[in-house]
């Protein structure tokens, strides 16, 4: 996406609710006249030394301070009590690996496979669901989150490393497969992304009105600086449901996909779209293929899009001079762990059971379905690669992001995360609540392009 220019603007009133104060979220200050330079792009993972193996041994457990992390996560370190089996599973619905656990490689083909396999597999439950008719059609829940799994899998991980040139590393394949995906998903096309999130997202313009993040949160979400956390809430709440808001929404992606899109990419979207809905309607599966693709691709995948947005960064504190360097970029970004502490030892036996019930039952049925359709793939730790947005590890994410944290994240600050897909939105909203209403002023957005707007939502 392509932001409009910023103009100057007079000071604006910064108004407040009174049903809910907004909390400030610090961030890095400094003393010296603003300016923005670029974040640090080409820089890889450090690798592990035994100087930095000591000195991570020798900070204790936990954290030192609120959501400053350690190599050890007391929420995640509550869970070493469940049998070794489970550890695995749950560092990958967490995010979360335990101290000193062992990773586990993975490859890029291997999140290629399994994000297209758990799309063609979820559309395959529902297609036979909707078939079969009656009780059966219970069956469009799991196929409904299978296939959404998987193309939010494709998009956030495949479709972006494809933009860095990070995928097989071989700019034509990867090229080739971010034509396919943006072809099968209607998002914006492959090669304006691939530009544009470099240009306006990783570098000089990271979190200011030039950012398309920025500009989705002002002018698609309609959420400024002084609203109370509780009003942005319902705010966008309200557009998760509204029809308006997803009828933008999809108007939006078709024209952002087809405006100067590769003639590759369009006659991929014709051949899917065009041929596939001839076929639909000639073989009377027309209701079939709306039920079946049209809502997970549609609806479903745009209401976790939006709850994606609002967790990617913060915004700068108001008054924060120095908007350069590690320590300023690496205060805007976060990891997102999922789920909450296990009950602790000791309890009385029926005490200890209810209470393992209840943990149990809301990480399989609230923290589980955030991992499996809103968090997916490495979104839980965007932190790592917007620190190291070159790295080649980047299919290991959450061992490697471990790793970093182990070797002392060297040259950065330290790590933050918020445990819960709620408190990592509240984080956000309360930045931005609090943040600065005239340099976060959008009459001072001088011009946007509507067909983009909603780009930025998945950027």
């Known amino acids: 996406m392509r932001p409009g220019n910023t103009a100057s603007h007079s000071p604006t ?10 909390r400030t979220t610090a961030a890095p200050q400094g003393t010296t006249a603003p300016r923005t330079t670029a974040a640090p792009q080409g820089t890889t993972a450090p690798r592990t030394t035994a100087a930095a193996k000591a000195a991570a041994a020798a900070r204790p457990a936990g954290d030192e301070t609120p959501g400053d992390e350690t190599a050890a996560d007391p929420v995640r370190e509550s869970m070493r009590r469940l049998p070794g089996p489970l550890q695995l599973p749950l560092t990958f619905l967490t995010g979360r690996p335990l101290a000193g656990q062992r990773p586990v490689a993975l490859s890029p083909g291997f999140h290629l496979a399994t994000a297209s396999l758990s799309m063609l597999a979820g559309a395959a439950v529902s297609a036979t669901g909707f078939v079969l008719g009656s009780w059966f059609l219970l069956l469009l829940l799991p196929g409904w989150a299978m296939t959404l799994h998987g193309q939010r899998n494709l998009r956030m991980m495949i479709y972006h490393q494809c933009s860095h040139r990070n995928m097989f ?13 943006s ?17 306006d997202h990783h570098a000089v313009h990271h979190m200011t009105l030039r950012d398309p993040t920025v500009q989705a949160f002002l002018i698609s979400l309609d959420l400024h600086p002084g609203m109370t956390r509780r009003r942005m809430w319902r705010r966008v709440l309200l557009k998760a449901v509204s029809p308006r808001f997803h009828l933008a929404f999809a108007i939006s992606r078709v024209r952002s996909f087809w405006h100067n899109g ?7 979207a014709v051949a899917l779209y065009g041929g596939g809905g001839v076929a639909a309607v000639l073989l009377g599966a027309w209701p079939a293929v709306l039920v079946v693709w049209f809502v ?33 970029f690496g205060s805007l970004t976060n990891a997102i762990f999922i789920g909450e502490a296990a009950p602790a030892p000791g309890l009385p036996a029926a005490t200890a059971a209810l209470r393992w019930l209840r943990w149990s039952g809301r990480m399989a049925l609230v923290h589980f379905p955030t991992r499996y359709l809103v968090l997916t793939g490495d979104t839980v ?47 956000v909203f309360d930045s931005l609540s609090a943040a600065d209403p005239e340099e976060f002023d959008v009459a001072r957005i001088r011009s946007v392009s509507k067909r983009e707007l909603f780009a930025a939502f998945d950027d």
């Not at 009133?13 to 907004?22: G, N």
């Open 169 to 181: 590393g071989h700019r034509r394949l990867d090229t080739a497969i971010g034509n396919v995906i």
């Open 296 to 328: 997970p691709v549609g609806v479903l995948y745009q209401i976790s899009n939006t709850l994606r947005l609002c967790v990617k960064h913060t915004f700068p504190a108001p008054g924060t001079t120095v908007r350069r360097g590690r320590e300023y």
């Open 183 to 199: 072809a099968l998903l209607v998002i914006q096309n492959f090669e304006r992304y691939s530009r544009e999130h470099v240009a």
């Open 13 to 22: 009133t910064r108004h407040t609710d009174s049903d809910d104060a907004p």
């Open 381 to 427: 730790v965007h932190d790592y690669h917007h620190r190291y947005p070159a790295s080649r590890q980047w299919h290991d994410y959450i061992f490697a992001r471990q790793q970093d944290l182990v070797d002392g994240h060297r040259n950065w600050p330290a790590y933050t995360a918020e445990w819960g897909l709620v408190a990592a939105i509240n984080r």
């Open 262 to 268: 590769a003639a590759a990419e369009k006659a991929v």
